[in-house]
């Protein structure tokens, strides 16, 4: 194989053409637009309606219609997506509290009552939920909004519609002005002095949250740290400083969760900040789509400083930014856009704040128009282990940074047998890499290489792009052209989706699993073709994804599962059996204390240190996202002073909130401002 590489590099000196991709300037509409359309950058789009349509209408020809949806809805329901199968109880509400009282499944989605997770969330049969009294939209037309409204602060079941006035302002033991945080009984009207969460999971999640955003998101990002004691005040050392934007990300879509479910404005907050944080990483390196691992002010503590060590050539220093000096760390892996991509589409939702939605817009186009463009670049190639030699390559679907290269130039160093590529400079989003390395001279003999995961992290990429340009003006000469390029690879992707596989050995690379499952979650969730839905959730996410963990009492991977299922599919027993280990979770904080099962499970004799069977959650080796490591891992001796960050609870937990899994343990008590 060394002889062949040497063969190839031969073979390629002079003999790539440059090909190069040119692109216009807006351009006038030709022929003219017709009297109900406008002219933007050159595509006549509709004129919109004024005043705007209400949610479960859509604009036609300066005209509010009723949208229509394919399967029709129920009775008491509108369509809430124009061609879609969103159906929702529309604002001023279809029906009142007694939608979830009756015994009936007045949406058709197979639930009645307090079992139906729409009433649980309160944005079906149950109508709201508390959000409405804190939109600052006069929803039920009696002149009044939010704490204003009389209907809110009493609590009836207009505006409110059965909400929970008490909602967390702040989180556990927050100082400001002299004011902390505590948690408040609002029936008995008294102080809480402890947040217990022996018993109840809400109060874990609050304790989880302070814990994490107290000590573990220096400068907004998520890490997991080394103290001086077990008291865990003074950090001495930030631990998974190269993951940082995944479980930042996360970290987002838990807040994000948690304003859906609960309307808190302390979660409305979160979500602002962190999106605010990730959009300086995006931004920070200059480079259009490529994402910081991590960004901070030369200013901020000398722990934080210390994750850029100067010699290693992916940390960036001293960069002049926003009116500041920065440090950035970059060599970015794809498994970092699929956390803040998950975190992105669930803040979109959670927010109505336009400039926020505008943010986050213009992150995520950035990033897919990146992908889309097709050029061609001087690319240093080595071959196993011949090289480097300059070639000119065609390349799509990347994004580049000429900060981490020695001469400009991004490099990728391939080997034949097994089959692998690394590449610097630049990051590949290749589900078939085969496709692209067969252009050079040598390597027309290479047969297809299936990389699953990128082609769901692609598909999964572009709905979320879809999603949040949906219905908006400015950008739909743009998202023509994404929806395009959609169209043109998504069968490719979903054929490739399909046969995904559990390739793991010995939990060796467990990750990897997660890396599929996140994405898989919002592609199924956001994907608005009817048939293409149903591979997503059928052939992808049950048959080959599903299918392959369910024994592995993995909480999150069980809860995407069941919450994009098909009707038919009865996922009753999944979602029972996995929130009875979501409640095995240990309570906060999430230190890394010895494990050892060697007593109570099994070992496995193909797997030496692992266990036949899927260890229980509470004995579980404790770990940055406890979903992404191995369920069998036997012994750990655990690290002192180490502390984790509790995003992998906070995920599950709030997902089983807005699903309707579990419901409020502690109605009535909520985080407070105490003077």
Not at 90 to 114: E, I, K
Not at 115 to 141: K, M
Not at 193 to 211: C, E, G, I, K, P
Not at 393 to 421: I, N, Q, R, W
Request: net charge negative.
């Amino acid at each position: 194989m060394r002889h062949l590489g040497a063969l190839l590099l031969c073979a390629l000196v002079g003999t790539m053409a440059c090909k190069g991709a040119t692109s216009g300037d807006p351009m006038e509409c030709d022929p003219a637009c017709d009297a109900n359309e406008e002219c933007v950058d050159g595509a006549c789009v509709p004129l919109g309606c004024d005043p705007d349509c209400e949610a479960w209408e859509h604009c036609e020809q300066t005209t509010c219609v009723d949208n229509v949806c394919n399967p029709p809805c129920g009775v008491d329901e509108v369509c809430m997506t124009h061609g879609g199968t969103d159906c929702h109880c529309p604002s001023p509400p279809c029906g009142d509290l007694s939608l979830c009282a009756d015994g009936l499944d007045n949406d058709g989605d197979g639930w009645t009552d307090g079992d139906d997770p729409d009433c649980t969330s309160g944005d079906e049969e149950l109508g709201f939920g508390t959000a409405s009294c804190n939109d600052g939209v006069d929803n039920d037309g009696d002149g009044a909004v939010d704490v204003d409204d009389p209907q809110c602060a009493s609590a009836t079941d207009d505006e409110m519609l059965g909400g929970d006035l008490c909602v967390d302002e702040c989180h556990v033991g927050e100082q400001s002005g002299g004011s902390v945080c505590q948690l408040w009984d609002a029936v008995n009207m008294t102080w809480i002095d402890t947040v217990d969460d022996a018993t109840s999971l809400h109060n874990r999640s609050r304790n989880f949250t302070a814990w994490l955003r107290d000590r573990l998101m220096p400068v907004g990002g998520v890490f997991r740290g080394y103290f001086t004691d077990s008291t865990f005040t003074q950090v001495t050392v930030y631990a998974g400083t190269r993951d940082s934007p995944i479980w930042t990300g996360t970290y987002l879509a838990t807040e994000a969760l948690r304003y859906l479910a609960t309307g808190a404005p302390d979660a409305l907050d979160q979500v602002d900040e962190t999106v605010r944080v990730l959009d300086r990483w995006w931004r920070i390196s200059g480079d259009n789509g490529y994402l910081a691992r991590y960004a901070a002010p030369t200013s901020s503590p000398q722990a934080v400083l210390n994750i850029f060590n100067p010699t290693d050539p992916e940390n960036h220093l001293d960069v002049p930014f926003e009116g500041d000096t920065w440090h950035w760390k970059g060599n970015v892996s794809r498994d970092q856009y699929q956390g803040t991509m998950l975190g992105y589409v669930w803040a979109y939702e959670a927010t109505n704040d336009t400039d926020l939605m505008e943010i986050i817009r213009a992150n995520v186009v950035g990033f897919i128009e990146q992908l889309m463009v097709t050029e061609t670049r001087t690319v240093n190639l080595t071959v196993d282990g011949f090289g480097p030699i300059p070639v000119q390559m065609e390349l799509k679907h990347c994004v580049f940074t000429d900060d981490e290269t020695s001469d400009g130039l991004p490099a990728l160093d391939v080997t034949t047998s097994p089959f692998d590529a690394g590449d610097s400079g630049f990051l590949t989003f290749w589900p078939n890499p085969a496709e692209h390395l067969r252009q050079l001279p040598g390597l027309s003999w290479l047969p297809d290489i299936f990389l699953r995961s990128q082609a769901i992290q692609l598909g999964s990429m572009f709905t979320v792009a879809l999603h949040v340009t949906d219905g908006v003006p400015a950008y739909a000469t743009r998202r023509q052209a994404i929806l395009a390029h959609y169209e043109d690879h998504v069968q490719k992707w979903l054929d490739m989706a399909g046969g995904w596989v559990n390739s793991n050995q010995c939990g060796d690379s467990y990750h990897g699993l997660n890396i599929a499952f996140q994405p898989a979650w919002s592609w199924a969730r956001l994907e608005t073709d009817p048939t293409r839905k149903n591979r997503l959730q059928t052939e992808v996410l049950r048959d080959a994804m599903w299918s392959s963990v369910a024994d592995h009492k993995n909480v999150f991977f069980a809860y995407i599962y069941a919450s994009q299922a098909v009707a038919t599919d009865n996922v009753s027993q999944v979602i029972a059996d996995h929130t009875d280990q979501l409640r095995l979770f240990p309570s906060a904080p999430n230190t890394a204390y010895p494990v050892d099962n060697t007593a109570e499970y099994p070992e496995d004799p193909n797997c030496p240190d692992l266990s036949s069977v899927a260890i229980d959650v509470d004995d579980r080796v404790p770990s940055t996202f406890m979903w992404e490591r191995n369920p069998w891992k036997l012994v750990s001796l655990g690290e002192a002073n180490k502390l984790y960050s509790g995003v992998d609870y906070l995920i599950a937990y709030w997902m089983a909130r807005y699903y309707g899994y579990l419901s409020d343990d502690t109605v009535d008590i909520c985080l407070r401002w105490r003077d």
